[in-house]
C-alpha cells in the first residue's frame, strides 16, 4: 500500500528533526573541546562560546591593552583547579573570581569589559595524576626525566614519527603501545597506552 505524500513528508521531517537534536549537541561538545585544547591557564577569547582569536595567558596582566586585549573577551576558559581574578579596571580594581569556564561573559556582567587578570590559584599542569585502568592508561602531560617529551626528536611531524614517540613513552611505563596521542606543536601529550 502506497501511503499518501503528506504522511511521507511528514515522516521524513521527523526524522530530519531527531537528527539535528544530536548535531546540536555535538556542536556545543565542540566548542568546550576547544576551549579545554588551548594551551593557556586562563584564555580569553573574542567572541562568545570560545570562539574567534583566542589570547592563553599563565601570569598577571595589569593593563591587557599591551597584549591588545582591554575590553575584548566575550568568553573564557580556565584550566581545571586554576583560579583567577578578571578585573573590569586595569591594575586589577572591580574583579571577580573565577574558577570555570564561562561561556558567555555578559552573563557576568564581563563582556567586554576585562582590562586586567591575574592567577590566585594555579595547578602545575606537569603534576596531574596519570588515569590508570586494567586494560589503559591514559598520561595528560608525559614526562620523561620531569621534562615534557618532544613528539619527533628528529623535529619532523608526520604522525608516524609521534607514532613511534608514542609507543616508545608508552613501553616505558608497562603498557604495550598506544592508542591515541597528541602532537602539541612538538611536544607529545594526551597519551593513552594499551596493556
Known sequence: MQRPIATTAALVLAAAAMCAAPLLARADEASVQIAQSTDGSLVLYSEDLYQGTAAPFESEQANLSGAGWNNQAESLSIREGDI???????????????????????????????????????????????????????????????????????????????????????KDQGYKDSAYFVNNEGILEEVVCKR
Open 84 to 170: 583567577w581574578e578578571v578585573c573590569g579596571e586595569t591594575d586589577f580594581k572591580d574583579c571577580k573570581r573565577i574558577d570555570a569556564n564561562v561561556p558567555d561573559l555578559g552573563k557576568l556582567g564581563l563582556n567586554k569589559k576585562i582590562s586586567s587578570v591575574r592567577p590566585i590559584q594555579q595547578i602545575d599542569p606537569t603534576l596531574i595524576n596519570p588515569l590508570e585502568g586494567r586494560t589503559a592508561g591514559f598520561f595528560p602531560t608525559p614526562r620523561a626525566n620531569a621534562a615534557p617529551i618532544q613528539a619527533c626528536p628528529t623535529g619532523g611531524t608526520s604522525k608516524k614519527c609521534v607514532q613511534k614517540q608514542a609507543n616508545l613513552f608508552c
